[in-house]
């Protein structure tokens, strides 16, 4: 058994968020209480039950987002 601690994630754009996600998930399930900060306008990020997901207002739009990648 394990005492969870607290953890902040902040992906950024570009950032290897497909690759951190499952180490984030991991870390969920061996009881540490997990937060993702995530722009509301973001194609990367997907909810889950395994972590609470916080978004912050962005200017970009979806279309604008695809554009710039």
Do not use: C, I
Not at 13 to 33: N, P
């Amino acid at each position: 058994e394990s005492n969870g601690g607290k953890l902040l994630v902040v992906p950024m754009f570009g950032s290897h968020w497909l690759s951190m996600q499952e180490v984030v998930e991991k870390l969920s399930d061996r009881g540490h209480e997990v937060v993702v900060l995530a722009p509301e306008v973001s194609w990367q990020m997907k909810m889950t039950q395994g972590y609470k997901v916080v978004t912050y207002p962005v200017r970009q739009t979806l279309e604008e987002l695809d554009k710039a990648f």
